[in-house]
């Protein structure tokens, strides 16, 4: 599974960040996670907001920090599907 986070560093990128990454660990889910910063690289995701949370190549959320149940969700069922 691919994971990305994408945000420039503002505060709720990193939380973001943080927070998947943490819900990845507890899932015990083998993923790529990364964070993409470059503001080109975001702009190929089609995100005029962020953060923004991609998995798979698909963006789940953006412009907003989505809670803890929609993250395990996405994650699980994106991990299901492989």
């Known amino acids: ?4 986070i994408l945000g420039t560093g503002c505060a709720k990128c990193m939380l973001l960040y943080e927070e998947t990454g943490k819900a990845i660990k ?3 889910l ?3 996670f990364t964070k993409v910063e470059k503001i080109s690289e975001i702009a190929a995701f ?4 962020t953060p923004a ?3 798979n190549g698909v963006v789940k959320a953006a412009g907003r920090m989505p809670s803890t149940t929609e993250l395990t969700t996405w994650l699980a069922t994106a991990a299901a599907s492989k």
Do not use: E, Q
């Open 53 to 55: 949370l991609v998995i």
């Open 26 to 28: 507890r899932l015990g």
């Open 46 to 49: 089609k995100v005029l907001r």
């Open 30 to 32: 083998a993923a790529t």
């Open 1 to 4: 599974m691919d994971v990305k």
